[in-house]
């Protein structure tokens, strides 16, 4: 596993353990506010997560794509980079 995936997972790890301790809050029945600012560190850490799979996915996969003559494969490539700028704008 390379660094960037190393540190991408790191993140996904670091958004699991908040979000147990957000389950564990809303059982115990801990204030809304101290709540919400754990949901926005999930949420932080999950867009972060987020960017650095398209980074590495847009410097390999799609490089590569990009260097083929393989128009179908380019265009492909293009329609599935722009359903995931969507949805994560969405």
């Known amino acids: 596993m390379d660094k960037k995936h190393e ?19 809303i059982e115990s029945g801990d204030y809304c506010i101290d709540i919400m600012q754990q949901n926005l560190a999930v949420i932080g850490l999950l ?9 590495g996915h847009l410097n390999t996969c799609f ?4 260097k083929t003559s393989n128009e ?4 492909e490539m293009i ?7 969507k ?3 969405k």
């Open 87 to 89: 949805w994560a704008n």
């Open 47 to 55: 867009k972060s997560a987020h960017q650095q799979l398209m980074e």
């Open 72 to 75: 179908a494969r380019k265009q």
């Open 7 to 25: 540190q991408t997972l790191v993140n996904f790890k670091k958004a699991r353990s908040h979000i147990d301790k957000i389950v564990a809050m």
């Open 63 to 66: 490089k590569n794509a990009m």
């Open 79 to 85: 329609e599935e980079i722009l359903k995931v700028s």
